[in-house]
């Protein structure tokens, strides 16, 4: 039998659960929890590789504090296609911050408690990206 890739929504869908859960610093095991379910699915879920039903969607939404949209918000292939729209720059980086490094300076920058901490981190993560290797 064939292997079945997950697909690419699904996969989307998980990603941003991961983002979510790791922005309110919870882990697998306690989102699990709170779902009545194993860590094991939810690695599922935020793999694509079994799809989320619309009530377990729901209750994951309810648990982190988001609009079950958020999970679906700049999904692949639901561009707006018609008129003059430009592609988005932020789907880039909405990309880059989809992964734990992404999510930690995420925090960094949230929890930096004035402009002056923010420009510096800013301008430390622009020197860095801008190095040669």
Do not use: W
């Amino acid at each position: 039998m064939a292997r079945r890739d997950p697909n690419y929504i699904d996969v989307h869908v998980g990603n941003r659960i991961r983002m979510r859960r790791q922005i309110v610093s919870m882990s697998q095991e306690r989102l699990g929890e709170l779902l009545g379910i194993t860590f094991q699915q939810v690695q599922k879920y935020e793999k694509g590789s079994n799809r989320i039903s619309a009530s377990r969607l729901h209750n994951t939404a309810k648990i982190l504090g988001v609009p079950v949209q958020f999970f679906f918000e700049d999904a692949p292939g639901e561009e707006n296609k018609g008129g003059f729209a430009e592609g988005k720059a932020e789907d880039s980086v909405m990309a880059a911050l989809m992964n734990v490094e992404g999510v930690q300076l995420a925090k960094a920058f949230r929890d930096a408690n004035s402009s002056e901490k923010r420009r510096i981190i800013a301008a430390l993560a622009r020197c860095i990206a801008d190095m040669r290797d």
